[in-house]
């Protein structure tokens, strides 16, 4: 059993574990409005692309509850999709999720508010069941004594449970496999020092953490056997936008021949987005890099370049781990199949 | 003139600009013995591989004069030389420097004494010399508008003056040259965000700190013309040791087609290491990572993998940028050869 769990909707308000006071404090916010749920995906309070995505879910549940006329909802549901959609542009689990909540519909107000009740906890209890299957799909590529880079947070935090890449490295750990898995800090926000480590203490996987910086050097001085990240969002092509640092991760990767893997649902491909150049590439506010915590680190008046994410092209990807298997080049054809045969 | 001086000769002491309490605070510490400077050289009061050698070269001086018997002098010369090599093993300028007092002699205990403080203050005034000498170098290959990418802090901070890549970027600003200068935040100690950062607004050149993985994503997105650094040591054979991050930074560069210079006195060049390998890299405090300052950044008891330099082989540097002239491939010829024609 798990000493925490990222989200849970309480029965009138979604529960969220505050992960901007990880690691040290385990904490937990609640929300009661669409506006707090958006807010709270603004401000990172809950992150990671599929939590983002049940969170938003549960956040249309909540604004349809506080609807009393049902000739309204429909205008309300609108509404609350936009803000939740505006709240971060980059991953599409967001607006996947939103748009799943925008389908339902009933022939009475209650009835329709229950539906997308049953709609979220639909997509909660997916989220756990598909990250699983990733898990489980990854052990094909995960060698029983591994060495693995990661980047980011993966894992149970960023997701309902077990996580896309950390949950692929947490189902090996329970399956027997020996691993040494070097995390990436992953700077400006540090999830990898804070929130990954964290995880991984909790689970008991033997762990190093690291500066990004330093990846290429382990692969150039070590045997590393995969690199193993997740994914805010996948373009037809097979472009892959995930927290920045990830490109360069995939450079170090490709020019020392270790695999490197993007685990993800397949919810996360946007057969919409024709590649990478299309994916909106979110900059966040200069303080993540000039301070840390309340603490100043450069110089006051320090100007800062703060890309959220980066563009991992097609070519650097050895393969998807999804939760219906292993996809591999050419991206272009492969992926677009893979979707077809599931809808 | 500038607001601060890495390093000074007070006549009795050596006065060390306090690199830690940078960017914040300017503040000098004095050192009056040997066992004061490789304790400063060792926390990193005084930081980068030029202001060390000379900070190193004043701690023999320090050792020498305290000495009150000539019997006894080349004994204390050889343990302070000892000690302070010991100080940080990767940076050859540390070696090369002590080594070049310990060839100083006198046939009296105050003639060899005032010759070590003229040695010292001769590699005090060469040290601004070169650098600077490097710094018009560099002008051949920085366009009048140039996108630059600097890693770390190489700059009047880490050296007598001028400094290396951020002193050809200093020349470059002073020449006329439209900049514009991404910085690598350079983790885990924040050279670049706190120290770069400090010396590029006190020049006035307009500059971005950016996280040490955005590099790539900014090479794939933007026009950069050149990653300009420094370097701790350079083998017989091009193979470069710098600051952890150095080598992600050069792939990126690589796979970008930007060219990627290596700005660095002759001094660093150590025939003696044939290649890379041969280098020890230094193993840092494991709090580097876990903390910023006294706040932990990471949950208690997080194991950390905390390598200090990376080594970046030759195939990946574009041209070394000496005081005599830029350097080409194949350096296994070309950097004996102008060795040889200089001693």
């Not at 006071?21 to 009661?32: A, D, G, I, Q």
């Not at 699983?132 to 004594?145: L, R, W």
């Not at 060495?147 to 090996?172: P, S």
């Not at 110089?299 to 070519?315: C, E, I, M």
């Amino acid at each position: 059993m798990l000493p925490f769990r990222s989200l849970a909707w309480t029965g009138h308000s979604l529960r969220l574990l505050d992960q901007r006071r990880l690691p040290h404090v385990t904490e937990y916010v609640e929300c009661t409005t669409v506006a707090e749920v958006a807010a709270a995906i603004a401000a990172m309070t809950v992150r990671g692309a599929p939590a983002i995505g049940v969170a938003a879910a549960y956040g249309v549940v909540l604004a349809a509850q506080a609807v009393t006329d049902f000739d309204s909802l429909p205008a309300v549901l609108q509404t609350a999709a936009a803000s939740l959609k505006a709240a971060r542009p980059t991953a599409v689990n967001l607006a996947w999720a939103v748009d799943r909540l925008l389908q339902v519909s009933g022939p009475d107000l209650a009835t329709w508010q229950a539906r997308l009740l049953a709609a979220a906890h639909r997509l909660y209890q997916e989220d756990a069941e598909i990250n699983y299957q990733i898990g489980c799909q990854a052990q094909a590529v995960i060698p029983n004594e591994a060495t693995v880079i990661h980047h980011c947070n993966t894992g149970a935090l960023a997701t309902v449970d077990y996580g896309t890449a950390l949950g692929a490295i947490r189902v090996a750990a329970e399956q027997g496999k020996k691993l040494m898995v070097y995390l990436d800090e992953t700077r400006p926000r540090l999830q990898g020092a804070s929130l990954s480590a964290y995880e991984l203490l909790a689970y008991g996987i033997p762990f190093r953490v690291m500066v990004d910086g330093a990846s290429g050097h382990l692969m150039r001085t070590q045997k590393v056997d995969l690199c193993i990240v997740g994914c805010d969002r996948v373009a037809a092509n097979g472009d892959v936008a995930n927290k920045i640092g990830t490109y360069n991760l995939a450079l170090a990767a490709k020019a020392h021949n270790v695999p490197f893997y993007v685990a993800c649902p397949l919810s996360s491909l946007d057969l919409t987005t024709p590649h990478g150049e299309a994916i909106p590439i979110e900059e966040r506010d200069s303080r993540e890099i000039t301070h840390i915590g309340d603490r100043p680190i450069a110089p006051l008046g320090t100007p800062v370049y703060n890309p959220a994410f980066d563009v991992t092209p097609a070519a650097y990807v050895t393969a998807f781990i999804t939760e219906k298997g292993l996809v591999y080049p050419p991206y272009g054809e492969t992926l677009p199949r893979l979707r077809e045969m599931l809808s």
